[in-house]
């Protein structure tokens, strides 16, 4: 009782003592991995060196295959999941075979016990054992015995700047550990004995006499069956070392930043292999025309995984900026932003598809925008507006939204630049004048294809998805669709000929100002491609266009990744409706419209006013005078439908030589004091400040738009009588320097005022 009393208070002992050493020095078992990069199978597309330029791949705990657990642990410690980290057996066989040959002739290290010694390297003396074995309890206490052999297999040297059996297994035989065969793995397990005299590829035949050395001592041992060891020693040995693969450079570079020894990328390899292909070849052929670079996204619709990832067209091209992750870069969206801008203003009802917009010029504060034609249309529909990508229109339909919401959608939607600059943004922003990247557009458009929800893309697999967020209706998705899908469109690419396979998608192009960036983004319901075309130094080419040299991109990707697609189209949701229109406005019928067509609309949202296109007025028997019910006369007059139309659209047609149905002006000795209608002065932009060359003076312009009843108008300047003229007429003055007051009264007495700056220079 004495004796066994005595030994529990030692061990007691020993092991106080040993807590106390393991606090004072902790151990030191923090390991830098290479980040290896790999793709949704789990196979390596992409490692970096780690910073003591080590190939040190992490090997996880279910790449350990029971083969490559088995073989190591009978080659390297047979006793591992027995011993404490510490064989005393071994070690006591291991110092009399020393002390017999007066030499060390055997080691007794525990795998625990080598994995100790990759951590903390010193010299071998007697101290340094016991320093390994002291680390080795310390590992076996920390650790469970899986733990440590993963720790062994992620350290152990192969030659060179080798460490670890994942980056051996990658580099020489070009696959993950656990797919590793027995004659593969005894292969390794006997390289960090020899690593400097065992080197893979010069001395294969030396390696596989030691090998199979191993493989017939094991047959007798009966560790694996005869076939097992038949077929390891018939496997010949022909590996060398290759090349880490260097896959979807810019994706990785991008991924290295979250951190980690393994990021699992969402990337499909095989589709990646064969877009950046495509896209090389593709920028091949357009660069003679000075266009020397193109990006590729390619995000699934189901999973919300970006499942392609192309930022350049050669990564090894230093002469055109292949490094450049154009993907990620900040570029003007031209045109793409247009189908997001619709969609919300059917939301708040203020569009239908089939809604009439007028195409002619209008100016906000001195912002007077321009289509791509720098030609007007007149009286166009929404979804002709989008499918031609007009410009004017949709500055209109922003102006009507209110900009403010369009930044709070595309910030929902993670465009960073956007919400950065959400102060300095205007009008302009919906023709291009913000920042956008590729991954912000093509995450944006995936909105259309599910329901009008946006998810955040997944570049990483282990992420979760999100709950999204609603951007759009379904119902306003849907019309969307329904109008990038046509294929009758100018911004249909010109000589291409291999649509007979292309799946139905929808697409919009973009332009950037200075034809420096060309996008097109389609999208159906499995995928959604985003494509840039042009130039990281910003140069503008002519011949830069979204249709021209981005959107036949966009049909080859579609038609190598979803080649001859037969699925179903997205179906019209519930909260979609159609009715019967006015083709002429766009609006609820009256009795009196005669051209009608069906639209689509969302009940309880989209408007509900009827058609105003026609008005009845009274007129004198000879259609020279209208009156009112105020001047209206007891006989001699007669009631006659007219076309109602605004004065944007009587300057466009007087501009254009277009006829048009006039009012007769109004009864001159009605006492009526007209209020509604008053002109709108167009020239010069109320609130503008104008500069005039005071050596070489130019006179400033004068229009204004009014509506159709009137004839005539009078131009005052400060107060002071100047001209009158026809209506829609151009009057031309020299302004006096300083504020300028400039009044429009047309022939009914309604008025306008405009305040201008003028400000002579000496240019």
Request: aromatic letters at 10%; proline letters at 6%.
């Amino acid at each position: 009782m004495r004796r066994l009393k005595i030994t529990g208070i030692s061990v007691a002992v020993l092991f106080l003592l040993f807590l106390l050493l393991n606090r004072i020095f902790p151990l030191p078992d923090r390991i830098e991995y290479s980040t290896i990069i790999t793709d949704d199978k789990g196979e390596v597309m992409h490692a970096f060196l780690t910073h003591d330029q080590q190939w040190r791949m992490k090997t996880e705990l279910a790449e350990i295959s029971p083969l490559l657990r088995k073989t190591i642990v009978e080659k390297e410690d047979k006793y591992f999941y027995y011993h404490p980290g510490i064989n005393p057996v071994a070690m006591l066989r291991a110092l009399g075979r020393n002390v017999v040959n007066r030499r060390r002739t055997s080691g007794a290290s525990t795998i625990t016990m080598q994995v100790a010694r990759a951590l903390e390297p010193k010299r071998r003396t007697y101290w340094g054992k016991m320093r390994e074995m002291f680390r080795a309890l310390q590992l076996e206490w920390k650790y469970s015995k899986d733990e440590i052999l993963q720790m062994y297999l992620n350290q152990v040297p192969y030659g060179g700047n080798i460490q670890g059996v994942k980056a051996a297994s990658v580099l020489y035989f070009k696959k993950n550990p656990d797919h590793l065969s027995l004659a593969e793995i005894t292969a390794l397990s006997i390289i960090p004995n020899r690593p400097t005299s065992l080197v893979m590829g010069k001395n294969n035949d030396r390696i596989v006499e030691e090998r199979n050395r191993w493989l017939r001592r094991w047959a007798k041992e009966k560790v694996f069956t005869d076939k097992e060891i038949s077929d390891a020693l018939a496997e010949p040995l022909t590996a060398t070392r290759g090349a880490v693969p260097g896959f979807v450079p810019q994706l990785a570079l991008k991924l290295k930043k979250r951190g980690g020894p393994i990021v699992h990328s969402t990337i499909q390899l095989n589709m990646q292999l064969k877009l950046e292909k495509l896209v090389k070849d593709y920028s091949r052929t357009l660069a003679l025309k000075n266009i020397r670079n193109a990006a590729v996204i390619v995000l699934d619709n189901v999973t919300h995984r970006v499942v392609s990832y192309v930022g350049s067209a050669d990564f090894r091209d230093a002469t055109d900026g292949g490094q450049v992750n154009g993907a990620a870069a900040i570029r003007q969206p031209g045109s793409t932003l247009k189908p997001l801008l619709y969609g919300l203003c059917i939301d708040e009802g203020l569009l239908t598809p089939k809604r009439v917009i007028t195409d002619v010029p209008v100016n906000y504060d001195g912002y007077a925008p321009e289509n791509y034609d720098r030609r007007f249309n007149g009286y166009v529909t929404m979804e002709y507006a989008l499918e031609h990508s007009l410009n004017i229109p949709a500055v209109k339909s922003l102006k009507a939204l209110g900009k403010d919401r369009l930044i709070r959608k595309l910030t929902d939607c993670d465009f960073r630049q956007v919400d950065k600059d959400r102060r300095k943004l205007g009008l302009s922003m919906i023709l291009g004048g913000c920042g956008a990247t590729l991954e912000e557009l093509t995450g944006l458009y995936s909105i259309f294809a599910n329901d009008g929800k946006y998810v955040r893309p997944l570049y990483v697999s282990t992420d979760s998805v999100g709950k999204g967020v609603r951007v759009l209706s379904p119902a306003a998705a849907f019309m969307i669709n329904e109008t990038l899908s046509k294929v009758n469109r100018p911004d249909f690419p010109l000589n291409w000929e291999s649509t007979v396979h292309l799946p139905k998608i929808a697409w919009k192009t973009g332009t950037s100002y200075g034809r420096r960036d060309g996008w097109s983004i389609g999208y159906n319901k499995r995928y959604t491609v985003g494509i840039w075309v042009g130039n990281f130094s910003g140069l503008g080419i002519p011949e830069i266009s979204g249709a021209n040299v981005a959107t036949p991109l966009l049909f080859t990707v579609f038609n190598t990744i979803d080649y001859d697609d037969d699925a179903s189209w997205f179906g019209k949701p519930e909260d979609c409706d159609v009715r019967t229109v006015c083709s002429e406005t766009g609006l609820p019928p009256t009795d009196d419209c005669t051209h009608l067509v069906t639209d689509y609309f969302i009940p309880l949202v989209s408007t509900a006013k009827k058609c105003d296109n026609r008005q009845e007025l009274f007129v004198s028997a000879d259609e020279k005078m209208t009156y009112c019910r105020v001047c209206l006369p007891s006989a001699g007059y007669k009631k006659k439908w007219y076309t109602v139309i605004p004065p944007e659209m009587k300057e466009y047609f007087e501009m254009n030589r277009i006829s048009y149905q006039h009012i007769p002006p109004h009864n001159p000795a009605c006492e009526r004091l007209f209020r509604e209608e008053a002109p709108v002065v167009t020239s010069p932009a109320n609130g503008s400040e104008y500069l005039i060359n005071r050596k070489d003076p130019e006179p400033l312009l004068l229009r204004c738009r009014v509506s159709n009843d009137v004839a005539k108008v009078f131009w005052y300047i400060n107060d002071k009588f100047y001209k009158s003229g026809e209506a829609g007429a151009k009057e031309f003055f020299f302004p006096g320097e300083g504020p300028v007051k400039i009044s429009c009264t047309d022939d009914k007495g309604r008025n306008r005022n405009v305040w201008i700056r003028v400000r002579y220079v000496n240019l």
